[in-house]
């Protein structure tokens, strides 16, 4: 059974910064691609960022510069630093493989 569990999300002020974890389990975890989205209320979900299973990595474009995603194959983790964060970041944030999400961690953007 494929299970993938975030944490590490929060309020922030503006301009502050967060780091997201994703511990997968239950998959071959380093052959495998991993993603974040998120969701903002009232929104669809949307691509953050992606990290293929060499660590090649892409991300929305409005989100680059400012956030990173990472893996660490041994640990089954993937992470995204978020940096400058904005109000408009505000939004559910989920991980992703193939067809498995986790079931989302808050991150809130206000002073």
């Known amino acids: 059974q494929v299970q993938l569990v975030e944490s590490g999300g929060g309020l922030v002020q503006p301009g502050g910064s967060l780091r997201l974890s994703c511990v997968a389990s239950?998959?071959?975890?380093?052959?495998?691609?991993m993603g974040w989205y998120r969701q903002a209320p009232g929104k669809e979900r949307e691509l953050v960022a992606t990290?293929?299973?060499?660590?090649?990595?892409s991300y929305a474009d409005s989100l680059k510069g400012r956030f990173t995603i990472s893996r660490d194959n041994a640990k089954n983790t993937v992470f995204l630093q978020m940096n400058s964060l904005k109000p408009e970041d505000t939004a559910v944030y989920y991980c992703?493989?193939?067809?498995?999400w986790g079931q989302g961690t808050q991150v809130t953007v206000s002073s």
């Open positions: 239950g998959i071959f975890y380093a052959l495998n691609a």
């Open positions: 990290i293929s299973s060499v660590g090649r990595t």
């Open positions: 992703n493989q193939g067809i498995h």
